[in-house]
């Protein structure tokens, strides 16, 4: 096997990890979703197509329909460690996909997504403004 074919072969493994990263990297956070445990702030985490403006009201809905009023306090760009793959290498420069932990070279995608904090401002019944807090 001459050098370009070495080299062209490595260009190709290289090539197929850079596929398999952008096929995986897509942010698995759908749409906003918010938690609150004490119906006076709340944490939230969006999609990076989907910010929010720090400062904005919005508005938020239980699964039960009941609205509240909040206000985006904060927000970063966060990375989790997404799943694991592994790529191994035999001595033609062969290529082969492992999702085990046996692999030659292994690592984890990574997800990008906004998280953030706010405050809940009030709750929202038939149209009118209700105090959350006593």
Request: aromatic fraction near 8%; charge should be neutral; include cysteine.
């Amino acid at each position: 096997m001459t050098s370009l074919e070495k080299s062209t072969k490595t260009n190709s493994i290289f090539d197929q990890l850079n596929k398999i990263q952008k096929q995986f990297s897509h942010n698995d956070i759908k749409y906003p979703t918010a938690l609150s445990i004490d119906s006076r702030s709340f944490v939230f985490e969006t999609p990076l197509s989907q910010p929010f403006i720090v400062g904005s009201y919005i508005l938020l809905q239980t699964e039960k329909g009941t609205e509240y009023l909040g206000q985006i306090i904060s927000q970063e760009v966060v990375n989790k460690d997404g799943p694991e793959y592994g790529v191994g290498i035999d001595a033609s420069l062969g290529t082969i996909l492992v999702p085990t932990t046996t692999a030659q070279f292994k690592d984890r995608i990574k997800t990008r997504y906004i998280e953030g904090f706010g405050l809940i401002l009030c709750k929202l019944e038939e149209g009118e403004i209700v105090k959350t807090t006593k």
